[in-house]
């Protein structure tokens, strides 16, 4: 996957703006009442498709486009300028770097849900499945790196990559520290050891750290 470059968010935003401008010159109103009705309808329907797909999931973007629609009928006129205002403020947040890529706050929100499931099942003393979960996730948050940043997740013959040969790679392309790199290697040990039965490898303890490790790692390194 190639990473989505928040400037090209931003170029496109401004090309949805600019649209709302051009039509404006041509209206009397600032609602575009007074020009066609497919003109401005088309324009309703762009709008919030785009805020759809490029506010994060959850975000206020969505529920004031969504609170807006259902205000009206979804096909009226009076949408048009707060949708034109969500878009100015989506396109403000990601100029100043405060949002990231969708695609990478999703895989946030997703390995999140599974260390959570992770978390819990340590607190049930179920230390062996946590350290899978766990280990699971940060083996897919490395594929989910490597694709982020040009890396081929599979070998010549077609087989997957081992996680510690991307670790290695990615590392190299500086996607993320040395430091980052030994504590991965640290981490895959402790989850090959719980994925092949060598229990007493490891506490529940280290599980806990390994969790949270884990947890901080991906939120610092987005993919």
């Known amino acids: ?56 999931p959850g975000s ?4 004031h486009a969504s609170a807006i629609i259902g205000r009206y009928t979804p096909a009226h006129p009076a949408n048009i300028e707060a949708l034109v205002g969500i878009l100015r403020a989506l396109r403000a947040d990601y100029e100043a770097g405060r949002l990231r890529a969708v695609h990478e706050l999703v895989h946030a ?8 499931m992770a978390g819990y099942l340590l607190s049930e003393n179920y230390k062996d499945a ?4 766990a280990g699971s996730v940060l083996e897919g ?42 504590s991965v290697t640290a981490w895959l040990d402790l989850r090959n050891k719980a994925a092949h039965g060598q229990y007493d490898g490891y506490t529940a303890s280290q599980v806990g750290l390994l969790v949270q490790s884990i947890q901080d790692f991906v939120m610092r390194n987005p993919a």
Not at 19 to 26: D, V
Not at 60 to 63: N, V
Not at 148 to 171: H, Q, W
């Open 60 to 63: 206020q973007y969505r529920e």
């Open 141 to 182: 948050h490395l594929r989910n790196l490597a694709q982020k940043y040009g890396i081929t997740v599979s070998r010549d013959n077609g087989r997957p990559k081992k996680a510690d040969t991307l670790n290695a790679e990615l590392s190299s392309t500086e996607a993320y520290s040395k430091a980052d790199q030994k």
């Open 1 to 56: 996957m190639t990473p989505v470059d928040s400037a090209a968010i931003v170029a496109e935003l401004d090309s949805f703006i600019a649209l709302f401008a051009e039509k404006r010159k041509r209206a009397q109103y600032n609602d575009l009442s007074d020009l066609p009705a497919p003109e401005w309808m088309e324009l309703i329907t762009l709008y919030h498709a785009a805020i759809d797909r490029l506010a994060p």
């Open 130 to 133: 946590a350290a899978v979960i």
């Open 109 to 116: 929100d997703t390995f999140a849900d599974f260390l959570e």
